[in-house]
């Protein structure tokens, strides 16, 4: 378990350094970085604000490339979903209800803020396949 | 974006923190050693199974004919439109009014009503209602309403047990269990088992052996503080209407469907059970989508009758324990098959507080849209539910408590089904060892699968 968590805070790190083109992240807060949505102190310090969490999910056959990603994001982050996907199908968040079509091949990006804490599918909704598992802790 | 109405499976709970689960734990055991050496050396609850009439006013007033046909029309109209909205309205699963009605109104609902008020069932199933008006029908045109084969006990509880594992099949183990079409099929051959069992077999044998939910909800409505005896209402101590045995066939399995079933529904929620499903998923990547539901089916199917059996097999076994520790003669398996119906309501109590609380909210809208056209038939069609209704910390409380309630009132029952059956007080308490270690096991696996994440 643990072994995932640090896993996934790995994961999220190099995605969240991806995604921001910031190039100072030496990555060894892995808890940290779970949590890099914008604090009104940050935003002051450094003048682009930080960007929304972001989770990376890539489909491959109609399944989550690396079996289900599992994310926790904390109460009221903002977080986006980026799936890529190599079949067309409905991108939906439970709970949040957001949803997005892919096309095959596309990418899709799904947007929340993190406001309603528990744990939440995401799926493939014509598929009827999970693709992940997003924990919003208190 | 495009925003749905999505209620079932919206917010799931977030695993119970390993603190609450050792307080718990704590609390459970402890309970158990002080009922087991402290308390009662002669039964109590059977002498208070009975209970207190109330006025006959209110009774007359609850059991009346007018309050029969009210409630019977209300819910034989609820019937048609789930029905209705299952087979003709929209396929978007939660927009459509029949999958929130049946897995969260109906089947969270009515145990709850059952626990609360007592067999609530008798009067609200349509099934029975229909069953009623066409024997007053029949009546009415001077023919007489006669059963076209007598029951004579022989399958026991055993078709209600196959009912009820049908229904958690098509909740647990389908990959689109709220597929409204699939729902639409499944009430209509429901509906036909229901009437067509109590037109062979009279109304009274099939509600009490046969209709799984009848089954279900009078089982549970022992514990409930009112009952109805010979025509008047009774209030009574909770629980003491689970005195006794249940020496009717296929007791045990019955119990053992709905204790399996909630608790592979939460470990089937599990990252453990999520992978394997996955890891299925991916083998089958080139195969065809019903394939791939097909195996996913099996899979779940495989789960769900595991926990069924290993229910099954560890009260076997406790019991097996127990005559042997008890020198008895005879077999005491239907002797401990009521002291589960309390942790069988609190694993409903534990694994569905959420949804009821939260996915329940979603049936004022539905209701003003039942067909999912985009209607506004009450004014309620934009209501909005708070998801965020109940904290993660009360939810744990809720589920913690709630097992504990339900191990010590089902060890309290044991405990004095065990000073009946078992003469003198050391082998009472040698033989209750095992069914107070069976008892501990449930509810610490019940409250195990909660932490699971």
């Not at chain 2, 009605?101 to 199933?125: H, K, M, Q, R, T």
Request: proline fraction near 5%; charge should be neutral.
């Amino acid at each position: 378990m643990k072994k995932l968590i640090v896993a996934s805070a790995c994961l999220l790190a190099v995605t969240v350094i991806a995604g921001c083109g910031s190039d100072d992240g030496t990555s060894t807060e892995t808890t940290d970085t779970t949590t890099v949505a914008t604090t009104t102190t940050t935003t002051e310090t450094t003048p682009p604000p930080a960007g929304p969490t972001e989770i990376r999910i890539v489909v491959v056959n109609g399944a989550p490339k690396g079996g289900i990603v599992r994310e926790k994001v904390d109460k009221d982050d903002s977080v986006v979903l980026v799936v890529k996907s190599d079949v067309a199908d409905e991108i939906h968040l439970h709970g949040y209800d957001v949803s997005r079509d892919v096309e095959a091949g596309g990418t899709a990006r799904l947007r929340f803020k993190a406001t309603i804490p528990g744990r939440f599918e995401v799926e493939l909704e014509e598929r009827g396949v999970q693709i992940a598992d997003i924990t919003v802790t208190p | 974006m495009r925003l749905l109405a999505h209620g079932i499976g919206v917010v799931r709970d977030l695993p119970i923190p390993a603190i609450y689960f050792f307080i718990g734990a704590a609390v459970v055991l402890g309970a158990s050693f002080v009922l087991l050496f402290f308390l009662w050396r002669r039964p109590l609850l059977e002498a208070h199974t009975g209970g207190r009439r109330l006025p006959p006013a209110f009774s007359r007033l609850v059991l009346s004919r007018a309050v029969r046909i009210l409630l019977g029309t209300l819910s034989v109209a609820l019937l048609g439109l789930t029905l209705a909205t299952a087979l003709f309205g929209t396929t978007t699963e939660l927009l459509n009014f029949a999958p929130t009605f049946i897995y969260v109104i109906f089947w969270l609902g009515i145990p709850l009503l059952s626990v609360l008020f007592g067999n609530v069932w008798s009067a609200l199933s349509p099934w029975r209602a229909l069953a009623d008006a066409a024997v007053w029908v029949l009546e009415l045109g001077g023919r007489e309403a006669r059963p076209v084969l007598e029951w004579t006990g022989r399958w026991g509880r055993y078709p209600a047990a196959a009912a009820l594992f049908a229904f958690v099949a098509l909740e647990l183990t389908n990959p689109r269990p709220f597929y409204p079409r699939t729902l639409g099929i499944a009430t209509a051959l429901y509906t036909y088992w229901a009437l067509a069992g109590m037109a062979v077999y009279g109304r009274e044998p099939w509600t009490r052996y046969g209709e799984g939910f009848a089954v279900a909800f009078r089982l549970l409505a022992r514990m409930a503080p009112f009952a109805v005896r010979d025509g008047s209402v009774v209030v009574r101590w909770p629980f003491t209407g689970l005195a006794g045995d249940d020496r009717t066939r296929g007791a045990l399995v019955f119990v053992a469907v709905l204790l399996g079933s909630t608790s592979f529904d939460g470990f089937s929620r599990s990252s453990t059970w999520q992978d394997l499903v996955g890891n299925l998923r991916v083998e089958l990547a080139g195969s065809s989508q019903r394939t791939v539901d097909l195996a996913t089916t099996f899979l779940n199917l495989g789960g769900l009758a595991f926990f069924v059996a290993a229910i099954l097999a560890t009260y076997l076994a406790a019991v097996a324990a127990a005559e042997k520790l008890g020198r008895g003669d005879r077999s005491l398996v239907p002797d401990f098959v009521l002291p589960l119906v309390p942790i069988a309501a609190a694993y409903l109590a534990a694994h569905y507080f959420t949804s009821f609380v939260i996915t329940g909210q979603f049936i004022i809208p539905l209701i003003s849209d039942p067909f999912g056209r985009g209607w506004d038939l009450l004014g309620t069609a934009e209501f909005a539910p708070n998801l965020a209704i109940v904290s993660p910390e009360t939810v744990w409380y809720v589920q913690v408590a709630a097992l504990i309630v339900g191990h010590v009132a089902g060890l309290a029952i044991a405990h004095d089904r065990a000073v009946v059956v078992f003469q003198g007080r050391r082998t009472a308490l040698e033989a209750q060892l095992p069914m107070l270690g069976l008892m501990v096991l449930y509810t610490l696996g019940g409250m195990w699968i909660l932490t699971r994440g």
